[in-house]
């Protein structure tokens, strides 16, 4: 079923399909960042992906571009799972969001902005969710400071 979709994704979008990989049947689609809200979109009113199980970023410290965001989709109906991810460069860590898509990605880019300090473009509430408001720094990036960002600056919260 995720070539059938593929296949018709590819149809509508064949400039924005950069890769299709089919692994163990997990099937990973990335597509340019400028069109993931367009073919969110198109999944899931086209192809029933109803529910983003989750939307994480991936850190490629040292390799061009650096980071991914992968968007991990799930038709209910079918029970099909289907992968999807953009490239996102360092310079410009920034992705639309797709909360207009589905209403969970609204905490699920809320989390990958907090730890890994790629933004959401059109966010309607983008802040901090895991770390303290005026935390600094992103923890999940691999060149995060092991011990945070200052320790010394946090010695009187660490007991």
């Known amino acids: 079923m995720s070539q059938a979709v593929v296949t018709k994704l ?8 950069l890769e299709v990989k089919e692994h163990r049947g997990e099937v990973t689609v990335t597509v340019k960042k400028e069109d ?9 009113d086209e192809a029933g992906y109803n529910f983003l199980c989750d939307l994480c970023g991936v850190d490629y410290l040292g390799q061009q571009p650096r980071f991914m965001v ?4 799930y038709n209910i109906t079918t029970k099909e799972r289907l992968r999807v991810k953009v490239a996102v460069e360092e310079e410009d860590a920034k992705v639309d969001t797709v909360s207009t898509v589905w209403s969970t990605a609204n905490w699920h ?14 966010h ?17 990036r691999k060149d995060y400071p092991l011990q945070g960002p ?5 010695q009187g919260r660490i007991s």
Do not use: T
Request: with cysteine; aromatic share 12%.
């Open 150 to 154: 200052d320790r010394e600056l946090y």
């Open 10 to 17: 590819k149809g509508a979008y064949a400039a924005s399909v």
């Open 70 to 73: 992968v968007y991990n989709l």
């Open 36 to 44: 993931i809200v367009a073919i969110c979109q198109f999944l899931k």
């Open 124 to 140: 309607p509430d983008l802040r901090r969710i895991l770390m303290a408001a005026d935390w600094e720094g992103h923890p999940l």
């Open 109 to 122: 880019e809320r989390e990958c902005w907090d730890l890994m300090g790629i933004a959401f473009n059109n």
